[in-house]
């Protein structure tokens, strides 16, 4: 049981070039999300899921698109990066469905991403 | 700017002291969480609070939140090196499509 797996763990891309962030879950959740993090920011959600084929924006969706074809992939894609993306990517998983108070979000190791 | 706000930033202290986090916010939650992180990895889920008032216990680590669900805080009791990471919460809002909104953390260094 891997839990939330990320892919890659680094990379470093030139302003303009193109690339996608995997996200693998083994847990069989419903919703998935992703955030990124920078230094005196937290965690601020770029998009999330809340089932196979649905996508929503969060609060930074600008610059970035998302897919979530199958249960337990979901994709960050950047389509020209700027130097602005320069982050900590995190993809998160849930159990979701109906209304569950105590649900716990289960984090993945994190892609740290630079663009030049 | 963040929906919610933690204080301090930064808190360096010494082992065997007590330290509270604060984390506020002019909106209500549904429920809030306290995540921990290690350098290089992604924060791990302390405690859930779902009730206004509510505390919890965890350990050395007491947690509340507030009556109107707008703001919560973190209590360590005789803090040791063990506790040292970066202390987040994270506040649900079911209005927002279940979105998690994380406050601007808190980084601990307990000082042996």
């Known amino acids: 049981n891997a839990g939330v797996t990320q892919t890659p763990k680094f990379r470093v891309l030139k302003t303009g070039q193109s690339m996608t962030l995997l996200c693998a879950q083994d847990?069989?959740?419903?919703?998935m999300y992703w955030y990124r993090q920078d230094p005196g920011m937290g965690l601020r959600l770029i998009h999330y899921?809340?089932?196979?084929?649905?996508?929503a924006k969060g609060e930074v969706p600008d610059g970035y698109n998302v897919s979530r074809l199958k249960k337990q992939n979901f994709l960050l894609g950047l389509e020209s990066a700027a130097p602005s993306q320069t982050s900590v990517y995190f993809c998160?998983?849930?159990?979701?469905?109906?209304?569950?108070?105590?649900?716990?979000?289960?984090f993945g190791p994190g892609t740290r991403l630079t663009v030049l | 700017t963040q929906l919610l706000e933690q204080s301090p930033q930064f808190l360096s202290i010494q082992e065997g002291e007590n330290l509270t986090v604060y984390c506020n916010s002019s909106s209500v939650f549904s429920s809030l969480q306290w995540y921990r992180q290690e350098p290089g990895e992604g924060p791990v889920l302390l405690v859930t609070v779902v009730t206004g008032g509510e505390v919890k216990k965890l350990k050395r680590l007491t947690f509340q939140f507030g009556d109107a669900r707008k703001d919560s805080s973190l209590h360590i009791t005789a803090a040791q090196p063990g506790d040292t990471g970066l202390y987040l919460c994270a506040g649900e809002r079911w209005d927002t499509g279940n979105q998690f909104y994380f406050g601007t953390g808190t980084s601990l260094t307990v000082i042996p």
């Open positions: 998160a998983s849930r159990r979701g469905g109906a209304r569950r108070l105590v649900d716990e979000q289960f």
């Open positions: 899921s809340v089932g196979e084929g649905t996508t």
């Open positions: 847990m069989n959740h419903e919703y």
